[in-house]
């Protein structure tokens, strides 16, 4: 049995979604495991992560639209306003989305659907480092 | 320590939420694991995972109706309708709940709740045949 | 390998978020294990589990009123009524955030962020005992 923890980080350029899914299928290659689970893990409360979409770019786009419409960066309702006004709708639309991810593994390949992409959902406007840790448990 | 992956596919009948936890629990039964975690993953990005409840089914028609009005199917906002007006709504249902979901085992038993069943949501119209792996890790 | 579980009871006092980081940590620091995940489940259908923003309390407060928007309890376009006008939002509030939440453990470490805090995220309005199972497995 194998128990491996790794972690990388993407540097974002502004809200929108960044595939990372190649970073997990290298490190789930690397590890020899050929049977168990890999978790993915954004170490943020304002950036998260979905399995999403990944052939046509219009379904990301509509993606983000569809969250300023669900989560509006008006300023309505919101006290956490320090860092502006995409702070507070940063974390929320983490909360309704995912922290962690956790896609099994067999014969050493994920086991994604064929239009299945990981992405680092970015919330905040302005650049950062997004910090991801990884960990694969299996045979 | 046991590493156990398999997979099971279910015919949707259009949108709405069908009851997987007898499949879940009857491949945990069978793979002899007493104390670990079992992982649920659907393969599809117009489908998706929930834990709901399970004893009223007035519950279930009422999830199934706020979903309708939390992301509709009006047309507005989506650029990606190639496959029709629950094309991209059902890419928004499904990111807004699980692709997977981890449930604990114990003493060989799933570790769910009273009242929690696993469901598989479709989002789509159309009947579809649905593809959902299962893992299992543990002693 | 390790693969070890457990659970606990928290009693809440209406709606609300309550940290559960601290049981997380202490749970995974008994069971000596240095690399693997750690699963947090939430045994309920009107109470969910969030990693959440730690440090500004106003946070949690726009947390908590963002719900009562996006999921209102003014009874409208619920059928699944019986227990009052918090019972089916309960179960949609449930169904928007996680039952499951899974962290990676290095070093005998949660590999929370510096402001990831884990919540149990109460819908309800009475006073409930929630029970939460938590799963380890790794080196």
């Not at 049995?1 to 993407?10: D, E, L, W």
């Not at 998260?48 to 639209?65: G, K, M, Q, W, Y």
């Not at 050493?108 to 302005?126: A, K």
Request: charged fraction near 20%.
């Amino acid at each position: 049995m194998i128990a491996q923890t790794n972690s990388f980080t993407i540097a974002t350029r502004g809200k929108g979604t960044y595939d990372i899914t190649e970073q997990v299928r290298e490190f789930v290659a690397t590890s020899g495991v050929r049977d168990g689970i890999v978790t993915v893990f954004v170490q943020h409360t304002s950036a998260s992560l979905v399995i999403f979409e990944n052939a046509d770019p219009t379904a990301r786009a509509d993606l983000h639209s569809f969250f300023e419409r669900l989560v509006p960066e008006d300023g309505k309702g919101y006290t956490h306003t320090a860092e502006g006004p995409d702070d507070m709708t940063s974390h929320l639309r983490m909360v309704l989305t995912r922290t962690s991810e956790v896609i099994p593994v067999s014969n050493g390949e994920l086991c994604l659907g064929t239009w299945q992409g990981i992405y680092l959902f970015e919330h905040r406007r302005q650049p950062y480092t997004r910090s991801i840790v990884l960990n694969v448990l299996g045979d």
